[in-house]
């Protein structure tokens, strides 16, 4: 299983950006999506996730200005993200703890997405 994210940019504080993370591989069943962010010189943190069933959770920070959400039909799961402020400047993380068609139970990780805020 591998994980592509994208999306990432320059975008001016107050604008809005969508990033992606497209799935590829043999996936028998989907746990838990999350995207996590690492901002410079700061540790990596969580921003938004999703269990399997739905249920969404959301960093204090990024309430009401984040919305994780998936296609399954596309394996595809999204960060919409608007009200964008100087200190969401991270590098966003796609990740997905999962099942394998092979039974496998792993967490996977996406290369990294650059996003920018600047004033």
């Known amino acids: 299983v591998q994980l592509q994210a994208s999306g990432g940019g320059w975008v001016q504080a107050g604008g809005s950006l969508r990033l992606s993370c497209a799935a590829s591989?043999?996936?028998?069943?989907?746990?838990?999506l999350a995207w996590y962010r690492q901002p410079p010189e700061k540790e990596r943190e969580l921003v938004a996730s999703m269990t399997g069933l739905g249920r969404t959770n959301y960093a204090d920070s990024v309430k009401g200005r984040f919305t994780i959400s998936r296609d399954n039909a596309k394996n595809m799961v999204y960060l919409e993200m608007n009200a964008l402020k100087l200190e969401d400047t991270a590098v966003y993380y796609c990740?997905?703890?999962?099942?394998?068609?092979?039974?496998?139970?792993?967490?996977?990780w996406g290369q990294g997405t650059l996003v920018t805020v600047s004033s």
């Open positions: 990740n997905a703890d999962l099942v394998t068609d092979r039974g496998r139970r792993g967490t996977y």
């Open positions: 591989g043999s996936i028998f069943r989907t746990i838990g």
